[in-house]
């Protein structure tokens, strides 16, 4: 059982920069591959950026290099920092969770997830 609650979502300029965190509750035997999905209207869910307790990361092509996902494991958090953004990263951004630790390729997969936040929501304006 794992609780997720995402934070830090809003509206920001173009080029600007936000973090998105995800406090983290519950047995940590189910947060060994964590990531941050994104929906935008009219569009599928994406993975954005997930890491596995293993320490391996994955990034989607749209987001490498702008984006970082890290966590704090006192804090029992997890981070998005999200710069140089751009309007194509409005979305609804979700916070997700599952006990396995993913291969790089299947971290991105939303499908691999059993535990959801509830959603942050960034709105990116020109």
């Known amino acids: 059982q794992v609780q997720l609650l995402e934070s830090g979502g809003g509206s920001v300029q173009a080029g600007g920069s936000v973090r998105l965190s995800c406090a983290a509750s519950?047995?940590?035997?189910?947060?060994?591959?964590m990531g941050w999905f994104r929906q935008a209207p009219g569009k599928e869910r994406e993975g954005v950026a997930a890491m596995n307790t293993g320490g391996i990361t994955n990034y989607a092509d749209s987001v490498k290099g702008r984006f970082t996902i890290s966590q704090d494991n006192a804090k029992n958090t997890l981070y998005l920092q999200m710069n140089s953004l751009k309007s194509e990263d409005t979305a609804m951004y979700y916070c997700a969770a599952d006990g396995i630790p993913w291969t790089s390729s299947q971290l991105l997969r939303s499908d691999k997830y059993d535990y959801w936040g509830q959603g942050t929501q960034v709105t990116v304006s020109s």
């Open positions: 519950g047995s940590t035997n189910s947060r060994h591959s």
